[in-house]
């Protein structure tokens, strides 16, 4: 469907891999559309009393995905008259009941993607703790599994090379919100 004939979203989720710029391209996007942004992983910790890191420690991953699951469970059963921009973390939206959930919900996702060189040297110069971004060979391997269920997405958007506000732009005209 060509984004001009779409329905306009109450919700849209970014996905793609660890350092897609999901977080800073949705909070950008937000303010670009005078929506609301949110991340999932922050409603996730808030919920837990801990931090993403300190769950795969503490719990294991299982329980993270657990935990991930119930956040967009409820994320979604909230109804609201605005847009809302949300940040999946990097294997929400690879978990098929997530993706489902998702669909099911008539939800627009958008793909961010960009090379896994690119997504690496990104998530190294954020310095941000994440529980699954080791060596990059196993990165590149994660990223290889998971990118068939990342183009189920209904947009794609390229961001290598790209500042931020560029990618936001550039996500708001592929939603036909600009
Ligand atoms: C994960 C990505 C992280 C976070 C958690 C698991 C993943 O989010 O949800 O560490 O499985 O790829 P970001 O994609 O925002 O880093």
Same mark, same amino acid.
């Given at each position: ?8 979203? *109450? ?10 710029? &999901?977080? =800073?391209?949705?909070? %950008?996007?937000?303010?670009?559309? @005078? ?14 009393? $801990?931090?993403?890191? /300190?769950?795969? $420690? +503490? =719990?294991?991953? !299982?329980?993270?995905?657990?935990? +991930? ?7 979604? !059963? ?13 294997? %929400?939206?690879?978990?098929? /009941? @997530? ?14 993607? !960009?090379? #896994? ?8 110069? +954020? ?24 183009? &189920?997405? *209904?947009?794609?958007?390229? *961001?290598?090379? &790209? !500042?931020?506000?560029?990618?936001? #732009? ?9």
């Amino acid at each position: 469907m060509k984004p001009s004939l779409r329905p306009r979203p *109450t919700v849209a989720f970014l996905v793609g891999f660890m350092g897609a710029g &999901k977080t =800073s391209v949705g909070r %950008a996007l937000g303010q670009l559309l @005078n929506g609301k942004f949110e991340d999932l992983d922050d409603r996730i910790e808030a919920q837990e009393g $801990r931090s993403i890191e /300190q769950i795969f $420690r +503490e =719990s294991g991953e !299982a329980e993270f995905r657990r935990a +991930e699951s119930a956040a967009l469970s409820e994320l979604l !059963a909230e109804r609201n008259s605005f847009l809302r921009v949300v940040a999946l973390g990097g294997g %929400a939206f690879a978990q098929a /009941q @997530n993706a489902l959930l998702v669909q099911e919900a008539g939800a627009v996702t958008v793909f961010l993607d !960009a090379p #896994a060189e690119e997504l690496y040297r990104r998530c190294a110069q +954020e310095g941000r703790e994440r529980p699954l971004c080791r060596d990059f060979e196993q990165f590149r391997k994660l990223l290889d599994e998971r990118r068939p269920s990342y183009l &189920k997405a *209904t947009l794609q958007v390229d *961001t290598s090379g &790209k !500042a931020i506000n560029v990618i936001a #732009a550039e996500v708001a005209c592929s939603l036909g919100l600009r």
